[in-house]
């Protein structure tokens, strides 16, 4: 399974996702400092919330195979940059939680996360489940090996080197 940088503001749910993923039963944990699962790197909201703390959000994403930008659903505000990904040298998806909130605006969460350049966007629900699979089925996926034939197309073409 890929490994996934979980990047998102406070109680957007990156912790409640780690344990969804790994089929554990969903409960709050405040996340305190970074921990390095099996398969996710949970970071506290407050780094991405933070600039002084933002700039070590690129050192630990370079220890994962993809980015995931978490946003709730019921988020007031978007944390995101417009082509954030332009920083980023890994796959960047994004993941809106809280799909199943009353107060939940996913069509507006999901423009948020393709503006700030997202190559796919999972709707999910740590609670309820929904969503989880279609996300761990794309972490399952088998990594390309990159060649430079393979690498000196996509450029040409204007892909990433890694699509």
């Known amino acids: 399974m890929r490994k996934l940088f979980l990047c998102g503001r406070s109680e957007a749910g990156k912790t409640s996702l780690t344990q969804a993923l790994k089929g554990e039963q ?3 944990q405040k996340t305190q400092y970074v921990k390095t699962w099996d398969i996710t790197i949970d970071t506290p909201g407050e780094y991405a919330e933070t600039k002084t703390l933002a700039m070590a959000l ?11 930008l978490l946003c709730g659903a019921d988020e007031p505000y978007n944390l995101f940059d417009p082509a954030i990904n332009g920083v ?3 796959p ?14 996913v069509p507006m969460v999901r423009r948020w996360l393709e503006e700030a350049g997202c190559e796919r966007i999972f709707p999910v629900d ?38």
């Open 26 to 28: 969903v409960h709050y």
């Open 126 to 163: 740590s609670v309820t489940g929904r969503g989880i699979d279609e996300l761990r089925d794309y972490l399952l996926e088998e990594k390309q090996p990159l060649d430079l034939d393979r690498v000196m197309e996509n450029q040409r073409k204007g892909l990433k080197d890694w699509a």
């Open 92 to 105: 960047m998806i994004g993941i809106i939680t809280k799909i199943d909130e009353p107060n939940a605006n």
């Open 58 to 68: 690129g050192i630990f994403s370079f220890d994962s195979d993809v980015v995931g």
């Open 88 to 90: 980023v040298n890994r």
